[in-house]
């Protein structure tokens, strides 16, 4: 190669046209998950309005705009009525999320309906499983994850995405969903999922913060890398068809170092703390909330993910 003055970089950065000729990541809607939130009653959130919580009848109506907008997959997060020591509401077959994908199925069947398999927005004690003393029992609650994923998947889920971090939960769903007949819908592992200060916003939304101690027993140390390719091999293993990284912008490296190691589909969680602290410094007149959020999402895709889960999804329809 030869350099300076033959060789200038500056040339093709003269014009946005010639910008976007040589232009290496781009984004398009198609890679992009909503999460939304459904509760027995809906609320929005003035502040941060991706974190607002939906009804069933209101979901519906939120996809319709979706849809509208381009958006064709979304991610359901549900918070029941009543909580208990077992989580039921996650496995019961009348449930929150259960009602809202009979909706979604029947009155938006085009949407890809996704589903977040957990126990902590359904438990009492707000941790990720069943509890034996103050820890949670693994392999008691893969039983419990099972049912969740195989109800979910009755109800119409396209593809079911456990974020609980339990050991063997994958192979466990994998097996239940075969058994019921449904070997034909993928899991989404959130394979790598840290034990991370950002995702305060979500946990307020989903009313589902550990009423004590925290989730480091079972959630990944953020200082690890190594670890998580491990978490992705053995997801691999047990039959996941597609990895995830969560959170995303402090773990770029790992969605990387993950793309590197494996061929499978990639999808990274783009979480709460990583929009609401940007929605928090536009709001201040820091920043300018479009074009840090662009920034941020081309980053994540840079790393290498194929799929961003992102609040800014429905925002991002509009931009782009
Ligand atoms: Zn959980």
């Not at 912008?249 to 969605?255: A, E, K, N």
Request: net charge negative; charged share 30%; with cysteine.
């Amino acid at each position: 190669m030869s350099s300076f003055p033959v060789t200038r970089l500056r040339r093709f950065r003269r014009t946005s046209g010639l910008r976007g000729l040589v232009r290496e990541t781009r984004l398009s809607l198609d890679d992009f998950v909503m999460p939304l939130f459904v509760g027995p009653e809906a609320f929005a959130n003035d502040e941060l309005p991706a974190l607002g919580r939906h009804s069933v009848e209101s979901v519906v109506e939120e996809a319709d705009e979706l849809q509208r907008l381009g958006v064709q997959t979304v991610i359901l997060f549900g918070i029941p009525a009543e909580k208990d020591a077992e989580g039921s509401g996650a496995y019961d077959d009348d449930g929150v999320v259960q009602h809202a994908l009979r909706a979604l199925r029947e009155r938006r069947p085009g949407m890809t309906l996704l589903t977040d398999v957990c126990l902590c927005e359904y438990t009492s004690h707000g941790h990720c499983g069943v509890l034996h003393g103050d820890d949670v029992d693994n392999d008691e609650t893969l039983k419990l994850l099972a049912r969740t994923a195989v109800s979910h998947v009755e109800a119409g889920a396209d593809a079911v995405a456990p974020s609980d971090m339990m050991d063997g939960r994958v192979a466990a769903i994998r097996a239940a969903l075969d058994d019921e007949g449904h070997e034909s819908t993928p899991i989404l592992a959130y394979s790598a999922k840290y034990a991370s200060a950002f995702y305060g916003p979500f946990r307020e939304a989903a009313e589902s913060a550990p009423a004590f101690g925290d989730r480091r027993g079972y959630q990944m140390d953020p200082a690890n890398v190594r670890e998580a390719l491990r978490e992705c091999e053995l997801d691999l293993e047990e039959g996941a068809d597609m990895l995830m990284v969560k959170p995303a912008l402090p773990c770029l490296d790992v969605i990387r170092a993950v793309r590197e190691e494996f061929d499978a589909p990639l999808a990274a969680y783009n979480v709460s703390g990583e929009y609401a602290m940007l929605k928090a410094a536009a709001a201040k007149g820091w920043m300018d909330e479009r074009q840090a959020a662009v920034e941020s999402l081309t980053a994540i895709k840079r790393a290498g993910a194929d799929v961003v889960v992102s609040y800014w999804t429905k925002e991002l329809a509009r931009w782009l």
